[in-house]
């Protein structure tokens, strides 16, 4: 193996795989390393058993909490990161979103870019994730130059006259903008076949619109400048004696260890895993973790405040493929609460063996029965629900005994828990909810510690290198050639799913290193 690159990139998720699609073409020579391997294809990719119970995509590794307690972490390592199995929930953030904004436990800060700054990147993202989705509908969304590629993935029955009843009472409800490889005119050319194991699932056909699909098997196909190294795991970077620059690159491989060097650096493991590895990359020049001279390394790390509600009704809800709508008119608050509260969206269509998790108690009885749990899910409508947590330098990484440990407190749960009381208010009016039950096997209830699909934050760009980790295109402050480029840069985390503003950010970051590397 060659050991010398132009540019290595480490992870292949929505931030690392998009940016290597848009690198490849440049003819440098790329190094990507993917500490996982492609996802199999394999039945147990549409067994909610294995996939929900069994937790067969998740990592077996443990985490620990501030007190010491085991975590179980909700996220995987494969070819295309937590893509792989994500909703395909692409959302732009509101122009509001970039700026401060007061909420009921606290501040949410402003961003040096603007909406502005990245809507065409959003743009370019929606094309380059096959999104579908539908504009004007939703009185909250920014502008946008450009319709979506793709048209909206129309309701089934039971969900359009949920639709029509929200509309009925004054709501604005509209179609999910989803990441997915679908004809609806055609139905025989379509890579998706509308199932109901998608949200939460691999996708078996390859149908869901990932960071594999899209953009690293495509770049690593068509160009023999980038090569893709998977289970190659990075243990660290090493820096120069000055320390204002990354000399090589630890990786495990096979058991072995392997030294790779390159011109550029980029770090996309996640904000967690990020984080992590620049902690652990500490040495005389950085002696509390590589680039981490402002001590904001692994701060500031956010997850939303996530949650989801099942309605139990009388009716039946044969619906397959549920993920289509979306409502946001809590999203900036409500009259009496003059504050931001959040988004919900619904849920992949939950199923007996996704119920059976937890098995949820209904009036203080718990049930373990495959027969009422085939009940209950033949006649739920299923929600998540996300609020805004604030950044909050105690809420951080740390890595221990080489353990990663996160700290962290839940804020601005006032907000989450009025959405939740008010949508349960909403579901009950419109006869879409005679008993409403916490969702505690998507993602674990109201999403404890573990569930960090929405992970961002831990290494926060600015222009004070007092306060922030990396410029305004994500470089780091103190070393010339390293850059992060993930959900770690993020400042605030908004209320919706962040996947989209990483992806576009890859982008932007992207055109920032051709010019660079020029």
């Known amino acids: 193996m060659n050991t010398h690159y132009d540019i290595i990139?480490?992870?292949?998720?929505?931030?690392?795989?998009?940016?290597?699609?848009r690198l490849a073409p440049t003819g440098k020579k790329i190094l990507v390393l993917e500490r996982g391997s492609f996802l199999p294809r394999e039945k147990e990719n549409w067994d909610a058993v294995s996939v929900f119970q069994q937790d067969r995509y998740h990592t077996t590794e443990v985490w620990r909490d501030k007190t010491g307690q085991e975590l179980h972490p909700g996220t995987g390592y494969f070819v295309g990161g937590n893509t792989k199995v994500y909703g395909g929930a692409l959302f732009r953030w509101r122009e509001r979103d970039f700026e401060q904004v007061q909420h009921k436990g606290g501040i949410s800060?402003?961003?040096?870019?603007?909406?502005?700054?990245?809507?065409?990147?959003?743009?370019?993202?929606?094309?380059?994730?096959?999104?579908?989705?539908?504009?004007?509908?939703?009185?909250?969304?920014?502008?946008?130059?450009?319709?979506?590629?793709?048209?909206?993935?129309?309701?089934?029955?039971r969900i359009q006259e949920v639709h029509d009843a929200l509309q009925a009472k004054g709501f604005h409800p509209f179609y999910i903008p989803l990441a997915i490889k679908f004809n609806e005119v055609n139905r025989r050319l379509s890579a998706c076949i509308r199932c109901n194991t998608c949200d939460g699932f691999p996708c078996l056909v390859d149908a869901?619109?990932?960071?594999?699909?899209?953009?690293v098997r495509p770049a690593d196909d068509r160009y023999e400048n980038l090569t893709l190294l998977t289970e190659a795991k990075v243990l660290r970077l090493h820096a120069s004696p000055s320390g204002r620059e990354v000399?090589?690159?630890?990786?495990?491989?096979?058991?072995?260890?392997?030294?790779?060097?390159?011109?550029?650096?980029?770090?996309?493991?996640?904000?967690?895993?990020?984080?992590a590895l620049l902690l652990r990359s500490a040495n005389d020049q950085h002696p509390n973790g590589l680039a981490n001279r402002s001590d904001?390394?692994?701060?500031?790390?956010?997850?939303?405040?996530?949650?989801?509600?099942?309605?139990?009704?009388?009716?039946?809800?044969?619906?397959?493929?549920?993920?289509?709508?979306?409502?946001?008119?809590f999203y900036w608050g409500e009259e009496g609460f003059d504050y931001p509260m959040g988004h919900v969206q619904l849920l992949g269509k939950v199923s007996a063996d996704m119920i059976a998790v937890d098995s949820p108690a209904v009036a203080g009885v718990s049930f373990q029965n495959q027969e009422v749990f085939t009940a209950m899910a033949n006649r739920s409508v299923d929600w998540w629900l996300t609020s805004e947590d604030l950044p909050d330098a105690n809420n951080r990484v740390l890595v221990q005994d080489d353990t990663i440990q996160l700290h962290y407190s839940d804020n601005n749960a006032e907000a989450f828990d009025r959405l939740l009381q008010r949508w349960t208010e909403v579901l009950k009016s419109i006869?879409?909810?005679?008993?409403?039950?916490?969702?505690?096997?998507?993602?674990?209830?109201?999403?404890?510690?573990?569930?960090?699909?929405?992970?961002?934050?831990?290494?926060?760009?600015?222009?004070?290198?007092q306060t922030s980790v990396l410029d305004i295109n994500c470089r780091t402050h103190d070393v010339d050639n390293?850059?992060?480029?993930?959900?770690?840069?993020?400042?605030?985390?908004?209320?919706?799913?962040?996947t989209l503003t990483i992806i576009a950010n890859a982008l932007r970051v992207g055109d920032r290193l051709i010019e660079r590397i020029k």
């Open 9 to 21: 990139i480490i992870g292949t998720g929505a931030g690392g795989g998009t940016l290597a699609y």
């Open 431 to 465: 006869d879409c909810g005679d008993r409403i039950l916490p969702c505690s096997f998507y993602f674990r209830k109201k999403i404890p510690l573990q569930g960090v699909a929405h992970q961002c934050g831990t290494c926060r760009f600015g222009e004070d290198p």
């Open 482 to 498: 390293l850059y992060v480029v993930d959900g770690s840069f993020f400042r605030s985390s908004a209320a919706v799913n962040p």
């Open 208 to 215: 869901k619109a990932d960071a594999d699909l899209n953009c």
């Open 296 to 329: 904001q390394v692994g701060r500031n790390f956010m997850k939303h405040q996530n949650g989801a509600i099942v309605g139990l009704t009388k009716k039946l809800n044969p619906t397959v493929f549920q993920k289509t709508m979306a409502v946001n008119d």
């Open 109 to 157: 800060p402003e961003w040096p870019l603007k909406y502005r700054d990245f809507e065409p990147y959003y743009t370019q993202a929606e094309k380059l994730y096959d999104v579908h989705g539908q504009h004007g509908l939703d009185p909250t969304e920014p502008i946008a130059q450009e319709d979506y590629p793709f048209p909206p993935l129309k309701h089934e029955s």
């Open 247 to 275: 000399t090589s690159v630890e990786t495990e491989i096979a058991g072995q260890i392997h030294q790779f060097s390159a011109d550029i650096v980029v770090v996309a493991c996640g904000a967690i895993n990020s984080a």
